[in-house]
């Protein structure tokens, strides 16, 4: 039993005050936005400048955009980590938990994907959106909830069992279950079962080499190697055979500590919901981290499942709270979708794709900047979005057009691959629009394995404009 207390995540009203103070430094500003119901976090060590890590859910795309937080990933390498512990390229997506590396300003070096769990569903959701995968229960979001973001879901409108699902999203001890729950920022049907399937969660207890998970069944993870710093209350990902999900305990072939980590000179901002707080200590518990509300943080109202932003640094041995944002609103802390990007404008406009999102569009919120638009004009959009009910497309609620292209805009394209060469690595392709297009990739484009299966093809594109290159963000069949 964790020495935490243990809340019941319920709805509940936020107080329309500013709740929290701020420590102000060389590392971060907390901007409390009292007159509009909101708290922002602006961090001068972390999204704003500095080096270190953010992590949280993905909530727009202008580069990438992190609760309302936009890190430029031009040269940024994206990755997932594989059962062999290696980066494998992919590609970011709305509602995926992400780790941000940075060493500049603002400036991403590498973003990794952070999938929770990736098998088969063994129930369908119930009336109140919760269902099992993996030993694990898991709380789908629904847009009515006002405290925390919806769900996204692709691919699907509900769950059923037998469905093979990707799983991102964050870990909250539930006090009527008695165990953690994965609330759901985004769910992925797969087109293949998962083999090996990803299992995330809780630590419960640590007996030498077998972990058991806090969840509703006791699952148990044995594996030869554990990292030595796990134990209870820690975060654990772990890949299994699907062969050995017949045995118990589930022997696995890799298991990590999921834990963000961060040095001395480094802050960690996470974007999260509180998992425990133990209000004796003047601690709360959030990514598997233990963390200390300083004298400036320890009276907020920070209940268990409280959505919040927050920049950690270390303490000595541990870390300690240096700045805080805590929801107030449906709209605060990524409840809206942020979309920044080029395209051509289509000839109609009720629904537009941008980023990778669908997104309906109501003539009233278009802008007066989006006038006159011709079809096939390449227009720059910043549009704000709400999600809408489950897999469906996301609504806009602002959209605003410019026919100047802002430098290292993200560009969409579509058209016919007509030629490229992988020792010079470079790309032909004439748009639908009857333009030849030369581009360069690198290390960062993500293309499948063989560019040969899509030439002549039809296929979209997305490329930035650097240093008067056309770079390759990446190449997919139309």
Known sequence: MSPFTMTLMQPRTWPRSCLLALTCGLVACLLAACSGGGNTLVSGGVGSGGSGTAEGAVTGFGSVIVTGVEYDDTNAKVVVDTAQGQPEATEVKLGQRVRIRHSKAGVADTIQVLPQLRGTASSA????????????????????????????????????????????????????????VLIATRIEKLSTPADPVLVSGVVHTRNNDVLTLDDGTGQTLQYAHLPANLASQSLVTAWVQRSALATSPWIATRVVDASPTLTDSEHLLLNTQVSERDLAQGEIRVQGLRVKLTSAFSSAPLNVGSTIQIEIVRDGEGYKTVALAQRQSGNDLGGLVELKGSLSWPGNSVQLSLRGNLVNVSEGVLATNCAGLKTNDKVYLEITAQRTSPGQPLRATQVSCSLQIPTNSVIEVSGTLTQFSTTAQTMTMRTIQGVVLNLVWNSTTLQPLNLADLLNRSVEIEYQTVNGENRLRKVKPN
Do not use: C, K, P
């Open 125 to 180: 959701q119930d009336a109140q959106g919760v269902f099992t995968l993996l030993g694990q229960t898991v709380q789908i979001v629904s847009t009515s909830d006002t405290q925390n973001t919806a769900t996204v879901l692709e691919g699907l409108t509900t769950v059923a069992s037998g469905d093979d699902l990707e799983v991102h999203g964050n870990w909250v001890f539930n006090s009527t279950r008695g165990y953690s």
